[in-house]
């Protein structure tokens, strides 16, 4: 079986979750923290994806990952889609930054996985993806924070943003996608 970087990333970011349970400060240590970032603490806008807010959210952002990830990843080559992995996680966490409150906190992978949305957006066709039903499941994905208080929707149209942007970068010429 081919190494995948989206079987790794599934397994890494699990193992942070168990983890966060067993030391519970990292929970606080990784989170997106406005202040914190203030005083310098940029490296959250990455680890924030490293921790979540409970089991159910851990499961839906880890079985998003690996429904999305595998094709995007096989289609795009690992190179392209490490570049819209953390695009879109930092498009999700600077968006969630600048349009919460600096004393919020937020937890979870929730914008990078909204980026392999958006970048299913770009290259689903090609990917034989289903796009009324991808841009259903992305209308439903962007509603439930509005159902489902707490939620961070401002990370996850953050994160959609950067990956449609970032597969624009990557894409192929237009003739080789046709």
Known sequence: MPKSL???LVVFISGCFVLSLIWPSLQYEFALYGLAIENGQWYRLFTVALVHGGWIHLLFNMLALYSLG?????????????????????FGSITSYLFNPLTSMAVGS????????????????????????????????LAIPFLIPGIDWKAHL???????????VVKPKKSSWE
Do not use: Q
Not at 70 to 90: A, D, Q
């Open 6 to 8: 989206t079987r790794d």
């Open 70 to 90: 595998f094709n995007i990843e096989n289609y795009l080559g690992r190179g392209k889609y490490i570049f819209i992995l953390i695009t879109s996680l930092l």
């Open 110 to 141: 929730s914008g990078m996985i909204f980026g392999l949305f958006g970048c299913l957006l770009i290259v689903g066709k090609r990917l034989g993806a289903n796009l009324k039903e991808g841009a259903g499941l992305i209308a439903l994905n």
């Open 158 to 168: 953050g994160g959609l943003l950067g990956g449609g942007l970032a597969t624009l």
